[in-house]
C-alpha cells in the first residue's frame, strides 16, 4: 500500500483516480511515498525516508524546496496547462479592468446607494470613467506557453495586435500560435511597441524585476501592464512611481504586496488566476496520473528537477536518480554486467546536474543488486519495479 499525503485540500475528482487498493489518501498519514500539494509552504518540512515524489497541483512550485528534493532523490512534479484556460480567461477580463475603468466605476455606483436621485447621479457621472477599446491596440506577451500563447491567440480574435517574446519557444507551442502574432527575438520590441504588456514566464533569481524602471521607461506613455504569473517579476515600487509620474496608466496585479495594495491606478486581485473549480479538476487530476505513473512505472513527465523521460519495458525496471558525471554510468551497468543481467533497453536522460536511468533488465535480480548500485559513486536513488 502506498501513502499519499494531502497538504491542501486537493480536489477529489483527483484523489479518487488512485486505486484505493493499491494507494491510500489522506492528509495525516506518516512518512507518506508521495504528496500532492497547492500553495502550503514546504521549505522547512524534514521528508521521510520513503518519500520518492511530490507533485504540485498547479504551475508554480516556488513553495517546494526543488533543489533539496533532486539532492534527495525526491521527484517534484507540477502541471503546466491545467490551469491555461483560467489564467487566459482572467487575462483577458484584465485587459478590459486596464481600459474601462470597470471596478472604480461600480464602486462609485454602490457608494450612491440611499442618496436622491441615484440613477440620475450614476447616469450623470459616467463620463470620468471614459477609457479606451482594446480593438486595434498591441498587446505584448512575455512568454508564450501554454497560458500565454491562449492570451495571445484570444487577443488576436479580439482584433489587438499582438507580438510575443520566448526564448525558450519549444515547436509544439509555436505551431499552436496563430499565425497573425508576431513573435520578435528581441524582448526590449514588446516594451517600446505595446500598448498593453502582459507576462507569463516563471520567477527565478534570473527573472526577478524582469520589468523595472529601465524597461518602463522604454514603453510608450500611458502603457497599461498586467501581471498574473509571479509577483517578483514586476518591480512593485518602479510601477507606482511610472503610475504617478503618468508613465503608466494601470496595473493590475494577482500579487498583493504593502506598496501597491490601495494606490490609485493599480488593482490588486486575490491570486485569482487559477481559482476555478474546473482549473483545480484538472491540475489534480494530472498530479494524479503523474504520481501514479511514477510510483508505478517510474515514468518521468513534468518534473521540474529530474529529467523527462519513460519507458515500455518487456522486463523488470531498475530506476536511478543520480548525479550528471561521465563515470556513473557506465559503474552502473557493470554492476548489472558483473551480475549476469541483461539490459534489454535502456533510457538515459539529464536535466542539468541531475540525471535518471530507467533499465529494462530480464532474469532474476538478486536482492543485493539494489545495495551495490546505491553504492556507485553519485548514484542518490534506486528503484526496482517488478513486472
Known amino acids: 500500500m502506498y501513502n499519499i499525503q494531502t497538504l491542501n485540500k486537493i480536489s477529489a475528482i483527483g484523489t479518487d483516480i488512485f486505486d484505493k487498493s493499491v494507494y491510500s489518501v489522506s492528509d495525516d498519514c506518516g512518512n507518506p511515498d508521495a504528496i500532492m500539494v497547492r500553495s502550503a509552504k514546504m521549505h522547512d518540512m524534514t521528508f521521510g525516508d520513503k ?20 539532492q534527495e532523490g525526491i521527484c517534484v512534479f507540477n502541471t503546466p496547462g491545467a490551469n491555461a484556460n483560467a489564467v487566459k ?18 464602486a462609485w455606483a454602490a457608494s450612491l ?46 482584433g489587438m495586435k499582438v507580438i510575443g ?56 506613455d500611458g502603457v497599461r501592464l498586467i ?30 504586496d504593502d506598496v501597491v495594495l490601495g494606490v ?30 511514477y510510483i508505478e512505472n517510474g515514468n518521468i513527465r513534468n518534473s521540474v528537477n529530474l529529467p523527462n523521460a519513460s519507458m515500455n519495458a518487456i522486463g523488470t525496471k531498475i530506476c536511478v536518480i543520480h548525479k550528471n558525471v561521465p563515470t556513473t554510468l557506465a559503474s552502473i551497468t557493470t554492476v548489472l554486467g558483473n551480475e549476469g543481467i541483461n539490459i534489454e533497453n535502456m533510457v538515459n536522460a539529464s536535466k542539468k546536474e541531475f540525471a535518471y536511468t530507467m533499465l529494462d533488465v530480464t532474469g532474476d535480480i538478486p536482492a543485493s543488486v539494489e545495495g551495490k548500485i546505491n553504492a556507485v559513486d553519485g548514484v542518490i536513488r534506486v528503484r526496482i519495479l517488478a513486472k
Open 51 to 70: 518519500l520518492i515524489a511530490i507533485a504540485r497541483a498547479g504551475a508554480g512550485v516556488n513553495n517546494i524546496p526543488v533543489e533539496r528534493c533532486a
Open 89 to 106: 480567461e482572467l487575462a483577458i477580463c484584465a485587459l478590459l479592468l486596464s481600459s474601462r475603468k470597470i471596478t472604480e466605476s461600480a
Open 113 to 158: 446607494k440611499g442618496t436622491p436621485d441615484a440613477p440620475k447621479t450614476v447616469e450623470g457621472g459616467k463620463s470620468k470613467f471614459a477609457g479606451p477599446e482594446i480593438y486595434g491596440k498591441t498587446l505584448g506577451v512575455i512568454g508564450l506557453g501554454a497560458i500565454g500563447g491562449k492570451i495571445a491567440n484570444t487577443a488576436i480574435a479580439l
Open 165 to 220: 517574446y520566448d526564448p525558450y519557444l519549444s515547436v509544439n507551442a509555436a505551431l499552436h500560435l496563430d499565425p497573425a502574432v508576431k513573435v520578435v527575438a528581441d524582448i526590449n520590441d514588446i516594451y517600446k511597441d505595446s500598448d498593453y504588456i502582459t507576462i507569463h514566464m516563471p520567477y527565478t533569481p534570473q527573472t526577478k524585476n524582469t520589468i523595472d524602471e529601465e524597461q518602463i521607461a522604454m514603453m510608450k
Open 227 to 256: 501581471n498574473l504569473a509571479r509577483g517578483e517579476l514586476i518591480n512593485s515600487e518602479a510601477v507606482v512611481k511610472a503610475i504617478a509620474d503618468g508613465k503608466v496608466a494601470k496595473y493590475i496585479t494577482d500579487f498583493a
Open 264 to 293: 490609485d491606478g493599480v488593482i490588486v486581485l486575490p491570486h485569482l488566476g487559477a481559482s476555478t473549480p474546473e482549473s483545480e479538476d484538472n491540475c489534480a487530476v494530472m498530479a494524479a496520473e503523474e504520481l501514479i505513473d
